[in-house]
């Protein structure tokens, strides 16, 4: 797509205000497209703004349980992408109305206006799943499908950047706990990929550069086991703390009773999904499906997660021995 193309091209985001929404926003503003965020807060969307010229990131507000706003939010669009997920169900929030009823009523609304389509989903979605998240992923994979089946469907490992939910959740338990949990005993592998190299994906299918109604997997350039990433955070943070392995049974004990707080660490649910490993499958490989295949050469957590864990350090910055 031409740059004056571009310049002409509007895109909706659904759910852009997000960890992730915010470099899929930069990186679409990058490109010189014109940005409409669909979010049921637009007042708590103006950190976008900068990220583009005067006037060419725009939110407004919709919900995907209300398809009218869905409409009006895709109006004259060229492209719509989906990113909306939640990690674990308050309220009206559930993992059904979100991902699977909210994906099929985002993806009716592209096709009814000829718009293009990518659905962000997760690895691990799968409608057999012990998990009702990975339940509702593949099941919004599926409805995606069926509305517009030239939709892309792209399926992140665990993300990774600098407002991410995994490494600083573990580095912060870090500094006000003696031990971290080894779930499951800490062998689920897992494939961590940086929440830019995401967004320059997603970004290409915008551009027309993916072939239309193929599935992608990302995954980063390492393969570690979840006691390696925990050992990774404490490294990094420097700090010394002891990995308990935590049969599943317990931990998924211990998740119920955590569950009640308004950010719980960790839910049942979760537990769960580290039964599982979460990795890129070697069919994506062998068929180009990956990060890789398609010209994006992924980060390292070695590189990115150290500028901006080294806030959970005892000293910050300024402090080179360990705590």
């Known amino acids: 797509m031409a740059l004056q193309n571009r310049l002409e091209t509007l895109v909706t985001v659904f759910g852009g205000s997000g960890f992730l929404g915010r470099h899929v926003v930069r990186a679409l503003a990058k490109r ?33 349980r209300y398809p009218q706003s869905v409409a009006a939010a895709v109006r004259d669009a060229d492209a719509v992408i989906n990113l909306v997920g939640i990690l674990f169900e308050r309220g009206q929030q559930r993992f059904n109305a979100v991902m699977a009823a909210g994906a099929e009523t985002v993806a009716r609304a592209a096709k009814s206006v000829a718009a ?42 665990i993300i990774f950047g600098p407002e991410d939910d995994f490494f600083n959740r573990f580095a912060a338990l870090a500094r006000l706990s003696p031990a971290l949990p080894l779930v499951g005993g800490g062998h ?6 940086f929440a830019g190299d995401v967004a320059e994906a997603i970004a290409k299918a915008v551009d027309g550069d993916l072939p239309r109604g193929a599935t992608y997997e990302l995954g980063g350039p390492d393969v570690r086991s979840f006691k390696e990433l925990m050992a990774f955070v404490l490294a990094t943070t420097q700090r010394r703390r002891l990995l308990i392995p935590i049969p599943f049974a317990l931990m998924k004990l211990q998740a119920m009773a955590l569950q ?49 864990l080294w806030r959970f350090r005892k000293t910050g910055q300024f402090n080179p021995h360990a705590a």
């Open 116 to 157: 293009p389509l990518v659905h962000v989903s997760a690895l691990g979605a799968d409608e057999e799943s012990t998990s009702q998240y990975a339940r509702a992923k593949a099941q919004g994979e599926r409805l995606v499908l069926a509305a517009q089946d030239a939709a892309i469907i792209v399926r992140p490992s």
């Open 260 to 308: 009640v707080l308004p950010t719980p660490p960790i839910t049942p649910d979760q537990v769960e999904l580290l039964k599982r490993d979460n990795i890129v499958s070697e069919g994506a490989k062998r068929d180009g499906r990956t990060l890789e295949g398609i010209g994006v050469t992924p980060e390292s957590i070695d590189v990115i997660v150290p500028t901006y």
């Open 188 to 193: 689920t592998r897992m494939q961590p990929v």
């Open 32 to 64: 010189g497209y014109r940005v409409r965020v669909a979010v049921r807060r637009p007042e708590l969307a103006g950190h976008l703004q900068p990220m583009g010229r005067v006037g060419q990131i725009h939110a407004i507000q919709a919900n995907l």
